[in-house]
């Protein structure tokens, strides 16, 4: 079964870093496109970045560009999501999720969030003064 695991969220004030994990225990995360995501209470949950495997190509939310930042450690076969200079409108739980292919363009067009095949159970991150 495919588990994918995140933590590293946690309270942080604005302009402050954050740094969360997504590691997988059961398969290698070298094979897939991986991808971050957020949902704040109310809203739908959007994706935030997206790295490929095979080019490491990342894929950004305007959003987050120039402050958030994706990559990997493939010694510890785990994704990374760096989050720099947090604003108040980046509070959410964050997921991490793959799909069935190297593509964050695949991923990322699906139309319904559910339709990309395995999810981590989340982690908060929760922005105050």
């Given at each position: ?36 995501f ?20 990342t894929?950004y ?69």
């Amino acid at each position: 079964q495919v588990q994918l695991v995140e933590s590293g969220g946690g309270s942080v004030r604005p302009a402050e870093s954050l740094r969360l994990s997504c590691a997988a225990s059961e398969f290698s995360l070298d094979t897939y496109a991986v991808g971050w995501f957020r949902q704040a209470p109310g809203k739908d949950r959007e994706a935030v970045a997206c790295i490929e495997n095979l080019n490491s190509k990342t894929f950004y939310a305007d959003s987050v560009k120039g402050r958030f930042t994706i990559f990997t450690d493939k010694t510890q076969n785990t994704k990374y999501l760096q989050m720099n200079n947090v604003k108040y409108e980046d509070a959410a739980i964050y997921y991490c999720a793959k799909d069935e292919e190297d593509s964050c363009r695949e991923m990322l067009s699906k139309p319904k969030w559910w339709e990309i095949g395995s999810w981590g159970q989340g982690t908060q991150v929760t922005v105050s003064t």
